[in-house]
């Protein structure tokens, strides 16, 4: 929108709101490109609480505040505490510090806020929130995102004649000019580390260095506008004292939106039991899972396949048809699992009831004596007569652009039932060098953190995965006195639940009479029960003969912020041993349908906006916190918890959630290559990914 727009509206109060509303950090850039003069004038006006009857384009009231020196000196000192990334956010105690950078180098495939424009925002005392606005509010000049402060330090003509023309002397310009310069230049960067900013410890170019994430202005406002044009899915949470965090939280009281993508796990409703599909099949109910095929995800994807020929760029186009099969296939997986978990608990019976013979479910659960072909074409069209029953998914039923691929790719899935099983000897054969696997059954996590960045909430954090698996490294090998390396951690949720809480502080302060309680901060949380499978390089074998209490005793008792508490033997057998990875195969490739494995997966766009619309597409994919990028290279700082310290940007990648009846059916060969995540290092990034 152009500010013309607003201020031709004839009524005052509403020209005055929209003024206030389009200069908010949460709307899009106002753009006041030709109009200088009108803008200078609402600017002024804009940076005095806001009263009753205010008109923000009255040219005498922003005269009168020109005149008050010392408003203006106010004003000007704001300029100090303008930042590209906001340190007191999410805690506002944080002070005296900020941050001016450029955003991080692009990393393919994660998202940053590089690309986005580079908008100042502002944090301080929070009595001073509305003189800020003078100078620190952005809004779109000759195309590009800017504030008076930056154009009167680049001493734009344009700009300086819009204030002469509203009566200020060349010589107080001239002073404006020479603080603002050196007030925006002053310390762009803290020279120590607040004791209120958090650090975690990372392995970088053969060093520790420790790392404060910070978040970005740019991004956090571009979070709160993607939220208001319904692109992505948010949750909501609230913060106390909305001011002392900045003015993004002072323009939306305090209420973010947040990126909400919780891991959808279903509920373990397995036909499994031979009684139990006889019974089903007799009163004419089907055994095929059809929660599968009504999943958001699978009809997501086949609609990605239906609309793939309106991409216009054919690079974009494969990446999301590849994305689609790959969704396909897991649902329709899914869909095909109460079959052969029936078929394995008739195969010791000695009689079944003759009417089963004539069901499509004995057809698929005796494979071995049936034309894959001909009985993929029956299983497609039941697919597709299911689909056409209901309302919302008629229009894909018996689709011209599915019949193929749906029936490729249910040929596929048969003919892997239908496969024998690799045998173990052979399994174990193909495993590759000195790799042995740490198995961690079923063990509970309570009050994680699912806010593994202030503005995401799901999946808790792949760093704090990876933190957690270096820390068993490093007490396993000190009880041991050994150098077991861990080099890959694959993770499978059981259960997950989420919840959301401002908790308590450890410590209450008081002040004479009044109790205060600092570092009040709303979040999220989840409970979950996992399984991990840490690879283990260890050409010693040193795990050969370890004591399975010492694998107990190793493990660490926190995660993500919460508490882990590994099964205990008595109610879990096994529940931590070390294996050979085809060996443990035969147990994780009989792990419930109702879980899933969070497995790397690329993603194809690097923008907030074209990921949200990627993850809306293929519902299994989900964003997580996925590594760090730089701000700066490590340098020594007071307060650091290593010698060296650097501020960091977070980085959302992409996991997929996949179901174990996938790797059941491609064996662990494919789950060893694909499920596995570790940490690399790459152009001054720390990143989780596939190792």
Known sequence: ??????????????????????????????DVTGSEYTATVALLNLSQKKETGEDLFCEASAERKLRDSSFMERC????????????????PRVHGQRIIANPPSMVPGYISSNGLAKELGWSHNSADYNAAKLFGACFLWEGGATNLSIVLKKQDHVWINSLLDIGVEASIIHKWVKKILDLADAQLKPSMVSIYSPQVRFLYNSNYVAITPVVSHSFMAEVER??????GRFGNIKHRHPTSLGDLSGSIGGNFYILKYPPRLTRNESASLAGSGFKRLEAGESLFDSRAIFNKGF????????????????KIRKSERRHAISSIKSHLADWLAPIFEWKESITCLRKVPLFVYDTLEWKVSSIHFTSNTILAREVGLA?????????????????????????????????????PQESESKECSEVAGDDKFIYLKKAK????????????????SLTALWG??????????????SELRFNGVAWFLHEYQGWSETKLPAKIRRVGKQVMLPGLKPSRYCDMTMDLLIRVHDPDDELGSIDKQLLHTAFPSRFAGGTLHPSAEDSEPDCCRVERGAVLFHELQRLPRSGRWIVPESMGCDGLE???????????????????????EPVKREGALESTHAFAESLIGAARLASPVEYRLRGWRALRDEAFWGMRIENSAMLMGRV
């Open 445 to 460: 996590v309570y009050d994680a953190s699912a806010m593994s960045t202030p503005y995401l909430s799901g999946i808790p």
């Open 468 to 481: 957690m698996t270096k820390e068993y490294e490093i007490n396993l090998n000190r009880i041991l006195g």
């Open 610 to 632: 074209q990921g949200l619309n990627f993850f809306h597409k293929f519902k299994s994919i989900r964003p997580i916190m996925a590594g760090y990028a730089l701000l700066e």
């Open 299 to 314: 009809l997501s994807a086949c609609r990605s396949i239906v609309r793939s020929s309106e991409i216009s760029t054919d």
């Open 76 to 91: 000007l000192n704001q300029v100090a505490w303008q930042h590209t990334h906001n340190l007191k956010f999410p805690d």
């Open 383 to 419: 697919l597709n007569k299911k689909l056409s029953e209901h309302h919302n998914t008629r229009s894909l039923a018996y689709h011209p652009l599915l019949m193929r691929p749906l029936e490729a790719i249910l040929r596929s899935l048969l003919n892997k039932y239908a496969a």
């Open 1 to 30: 929108m152009h500010i013309d727009e607003i201020s031709s509206i004839e009524n005052m109060q509403e020209r005055s709101a929209e003024f206030r509303k389009h200069l908010a950090p949460y709307t899009p850039l106002l």
């Open 226 to 231: 993607l939220a208001r044009k319904r692109i």
